[in-house]
């Protein structure tokens, strides 16, 4: 770092007090920051700031604040994308550099943000601006040159931009979803742009996985598609009624966005260019959402791919539907044999058909909608089995209404399933449900009635009164800790069972993995 350089720093923050997100480890960088980096930093003047990134669960936050103590005068902005996981942390590190230099411009953005940003901006002043949903990077790109230029627009028309008027009123203006066919191809480099992070990466990956490190694989996360089947249709303050109990994600104005093949192709080029040949896919149920491209994709393979030997060819992983297994088996064989992709994430969740249904996990339409979901899931893990593939399995521990009955059943599947198969684990992902904000499970924390109605749905209850007794506190916070949600969840939510007895089931969950020397988590 030049002594005199001045920055923009893009911050992945450390969790604020535990480790509950496995998507929040440090194998890989922040996809959503490396894309608004890589947008900003052609529009920046010669001389003029430049762009960093950091990452907190990499080298700890303390680091950070130690640079903003000693260099607060040379950063121009801090953007954050901040979970709910480190929302804590970034408004800690964004008040104290405001309070060092009172100029600097403090951004957020990402999930956590979406869903609280009225409260957020009503609650924090040290947040001087923010970006709602998914497709803002063109709208981030050119608020941020022009801020820093001193010409902002008068009519502050920068999509999915967030700020206050000179009165104090919030204003969230729409995002773009055309700008995702505009996006500039990520510049993975720039993650060593403010301090050293790839080396840590690689070698978490293959302390994490001990296939990425015989196989010598160099994995990347890569945006190929965005959404999910289940976010269309019908919205309740922004969040999906047909979305997963406990999935957070905030879509954007289009629930499903997709480049065509010959992009998508393009993108990943630009990614094996880098030097990378395990390309982790982002997109959510990669054999429903995105089959047309994927299709297309494995249909007309361009010469950089087909001129590798096969053995040379860089392999890919990334989310599955298990009813896109299921109904259609055709896919499997494509995904794996023509896109090479080898390794999948599936939301068993439950382990119950009861579980499942009650978490919105059944599917919502077509050939599967009638099957019981549980068996989806089993004849996907044998799909994958027969084709020598590797599966992580998203397990929820609870969930609206469970009884100790329910919890014993859905640990008796996963015992079987594993004992079975446990060569075709990479990891068991699992915790207790975290009813984080943007989540339906959210809405029953502030909802006690939805709650109530939602669990008689299926004959279980919940303990009204407990909710009401929590309700104003999550209608009105914007900082929250994700322990003290997971304990008023099972308290409210779960009142069959305790925390002890959740606790007892994590612990045999963990000794089953542990058994069989399957990664816990894996931090994707």
Same mark, same amino acid.
């Given at each position: 770092m030049a002594e005199d350089a001045q920055y923009v720093l893009f911050i992945n923050a450390n969790d604020t007090s535990r480790h509950t997100s496995s998507a929040n480890t440090a194998i890989y960088p922040n996809l959503g920051l490396l894309t608004l980096m890589s947008a900003l930093r052609p529009k920046l003047a010669d001389g003029g700031p430049s762009v960093g990134y950091f990452d907190g669960t990499v080298h700890g936050n303390s680091v950070l604040v130690d640079f903003i103590e000693a260099h607060a005068h040379r950063i121009r902005a801090l953007c954050f994308s901040v979970l709910t996981a480190n929302y804590g942390a970034s408004i800690a590190m964004a008040k104290r550099a405001k309070e060092l230099n009172p100029d600097i411009l403090v951004v957020l953005g990402n999930d956590h943000f979406s869903a609280l940003y009225d409260r957020v901006m009503a609650n924090q002043p040290a947040v001087d601006v923010g970006f709602y949903g998914n497709d803002v990077v063109e709208g981030f790109?050119?608020?941020?040159?022009?801020?820093?230029?001193?010409?902002?627009?008068?009519?502050?028309?920068?999509?999915?931009?967030?700020?206050?008027?000179?009165?104090?009123?919030?204003?969230?203006?729409?995002?773009?979803?055309?700008?995702?066919?505009?996006?500039?191809?990520?510049?993975?480099?720039?993650?060593?742009?403010?301090?050293?992070?790839?080396?840590?990466?690689?070698?978490?990956?293959?302390?994490?996985?001990?296939?990425?490190?015989?196989?010598?694989?160099?994995?990347? *996360?890569?945006? /190929?598609?965005?959404?999910?089947?289940?976010? $269309?249709?019908?919205? #309740? &303050?922004? %969040?999906?009624?047909?979305?997963?109990?406990?999935?957070?994600?905030?879509?954007? *104005?289009?629930? /499903?966005?997709?480049?065509?093949?010959?992009? $998508?192709?393009?993108? #990943? &080029?630009? %990614?094996?260019?880098?030097?990378?040949?395990?390309?982790?896919?982002?997109?959510?149920?990669?054999?429903?959402?995105?089959?047309?491209?994927?299709? $297309?994709?494995?249909?007309?393979?361009?010469?950089?791919?087909?001129?590798?030997?096969?053995?040379?060819?860089?392999?890919?992983?990334?989310?599955?539907?298990?009813?896109?297994?299921?109904?259609?088996?055709?896919?499997?064989?494509?995904?794996?044999?023509?896109l090479g992709l080898d390794h999948f994430f599936i939301g068993f969740d439950g382990l119950s058909d009861v579980s499942l249904r009650v978490m919105n996990k059944q599917p919502i339409g077509g050939r599967g909608r009638a099957h019981a979901p549980m068996g989806h899931n089993l004849r996907a893990l044998e799909g994958v089995i027969d084709r020598g593939g590797m599966i992580t399995a998203g397990l929820v521990v609870t969930h609206l209404g469970i009884t100790p009955e329910i919890m014993a059943d859905n640990h008796e599947a996963l015992t079987r399933i594993v004992e079975e198969h446990p060569k075709t684990f990479a990891a068991l992902d699992f915790g207790p449900l975290c009813p984080i904000p943007g989540s339906q499970s959210y809405r029953y924390l502030t909802h006690p009635d939805y709650a109530e109605a939602r669990a008689a749905e299926f004959g279980l209850e919940v303990d009204r009164a407990y909710l009401e007794s929590r309700m104003d506190f999550y209608r009105t916070a914007d900082e929250l800790d994700m322990d003290e949600m997971i304990r008023d969840f099972i308290a409210g939510c779960c009142p069959k069972v305790t925390q002890d007895l959740v606790d007892e089931y994590m612990g045999r969950m963990n000794a089953l993995a542990t058994k069989h020397g399957i990664v816990i988590g894996g931090g994707v």
């Open positions: 790109a050119e608020f941020m040159s022009d801020r820093l230029a001193g010409r902002l627009r008068p009519a502050m028309d920068y999509a999915g931009l967030v700020y206050r008027d000179p009165g104090g009123t919030v204003h969230r203006n729409p995002e773009n979803p055309a700008e995702y066919q505009r996006l500039p191809l990520v510049d993975y480099g720039l993650v060593d742009s403010f301090i050293p992070h790839e080396k840590h990466y690689l070698a978490g990956q293959q302390q994490v996985y001990f296939f990425m490190r015989d196989r010598e694989l160099r994995s990347q *996360v890569v945006d /190929i598609g965005r959404g999910c089947v289940k976010f $269309a249709g019908e919205r #309740l &303050e922004g %969040v999906p009624l047909n979305a997963c109990d406990f999935c957070g994600i905030i879509p954007g *104005v289009r629930e /499903i966005i997709a480049p065509e093949a010959e992009r $998508a192709w393009r993108i #990943l &080029e630009n %990614v094996h260019n880098q030097g990378f040949n395990y390309f982790y896919i982002t997109a959510d149920e990669l054999p429903l959402t995105l089959w047309r491209m994927l299709r $297309a994709m494995a249909a007309n393979p361009p010469e950089w791919f087909l001129a590798l030997p096969e053995a040379e060819r860089p392999k890919m992983f990334g989310y599955a539907r298990a009813e896109a297994f299921a109904t259609g088996p055709d896919r499997i064989d494509t995904l794996v044999n023509k």
